[in-house]
């Protein structure tokens, strides 16, 4: 028998401070804008799962609850008491979104610098596609989409790489990017977790089921929320084991990698779940299919409105990360929001 542990009966703004220092409720995962009340303890055994909501004055098992509340070290150098912003630089002819609108290092450079400038706090820079259907690019031409664009914005700004290869890795970071962001969970080449752990950077492990040609084919899980957090947990353990610090990883659960409509909405509903494994979480969820199923907008790059909508859910439920392509609009989303919950500290 497995046992889960989901932060519920959430809190926010000056609640927080005065609830966790009456006892009635704890920070979740070091947040200062959002606390809990309650956990939804969830056991798995043999197939079966059963869910017991508590008080958290009545669950007996600390160390979970400490995993849940604990403030989460900086990543990178920044501090997660608040979410932060990764901005998306896709360097790619052919990403779902943005697919081939930046296509000569210039044009990438001058719109990383646009997302920096609106708010971003991370440059994550991509060369590859791993789009649904979409076919692995060869590591020369991976390279040369985004080493001249990593090596002029890192000059400035917080950059990371998005990809799955290790050759692409190693000369990322030479080239100045400072985190690995693998959406392999650095499963792809065994040789992955070696770069990682000799640069001795930050890492996002995020899930993923199956290969990116063919991951939406048929995606089967037995339970969707549960199934990634075990996945998660595993890479996790995979890292360390390969000697990566605890304290260097982030965790994404892979909103559109290999799961169907529906299992990223109980991705997005269950997400605090994740908090369970004690490290900051990062969630990428901007102008994906299933918010364009949800709003009824086809064209990825107008889905502009529901993907700030599931940023806010995400930050509601403790993202220390968001990924997204339209940095301004959520980060002035991300300011009225924190404004709401603590209004004698909005600079107005």
């Known amino acids: 028998m497995k046992t889960y542990y989901r932060p519920t009966g959430l809190v926010f703004g000056a609640d927080v401070a005065r609830m966790v220092r009456d006892g009635d409720a704890l920070p979740l995962a070091g947040l200062a804008h959002v606390g809990f009340t309650h956990v939804d303890v969830i056991t798995r055994h043999k197939g079966v799962v059963e869910r017991d909501m508590q008080r958290i004055s009545g669950v007996d098992d600390s160390a979970a609850l400490d995993r849940l509340s604990a403030a989460r070290p900086a990543f990178a150098g920044i501090d997660l008491s608040a ?37 971003a706090a991370i440059l994550d820079v991509g060369g590859e596609s791993t789009r649904p259907g979409s076919d692995t690019v060869p590591d020369e031409e991976e390279l040369a989409r985004v080493i001249p664009v990593i090596a002029a914005l890192s000059q400035a700004h917080l950059v990371s790489v998005d990809t799955r290869k290790p050759a692409v890795m190693e000369q990322a970071l030479a080239a100045g990017a400072r985190i690995i962001n693998d959406v392999s969970a650095l499963g792809h080449d065994p040789r992955s977790a070696i770069v990682a752990r000799q640069a001795a950077c930050p890492v996002v492990l995020m899930h993923a089921q199956g290969e990116p040609k063919t991951m939406q084919l048929q995606p089967r899980y037995d339970d969707v929320l549960l199934d990634v957090f075990d996945g998660l947990e595993d890479r996790v353990a995979q890292a360390e ?70 940023a806010l859910q995400s930050a509601m439920a403790g993202a220390h990360v968001l990924r997204v392509h339209d940095v301004r609009a959520t980060r002035e989303a991300l300011a009225v929001f924190t404004a709401a919950l603590h209004p004698d500290s909005a600079d107005i």
Do not use: W
């Open 83 to 119: 979410p932060c912003i990764m901005g998306i630089v896709n360097v790619t002819p052919d990403s779902f979104s943005d697919g081939g609108k930046l296509t000569s290092d210039a044009a990438a450079i001058s719109h990383g610098e646009q997302l920096a400038s609106e708010g």
């Open 241 to 310: 084991a390969a000697g990566i610090p605890r304290r260097l990883l982030c965790v994404d659960p892979g909103i559109g990698f290999g799961k169907t409509f529906r299992q990223n909405l109980v991705l997005l509903s269950g997400f605090a779940i994740f908090h369970g494994l004690g490290l900051p979480v990062m969630m990428g969820l901007s102008r994906k299919g299933f918010v364009g199923a949800l709003t009824g907008e086809k064209t990825a790059g107008n889905r502009v409105y529901g993907s700030v909508g599931g």
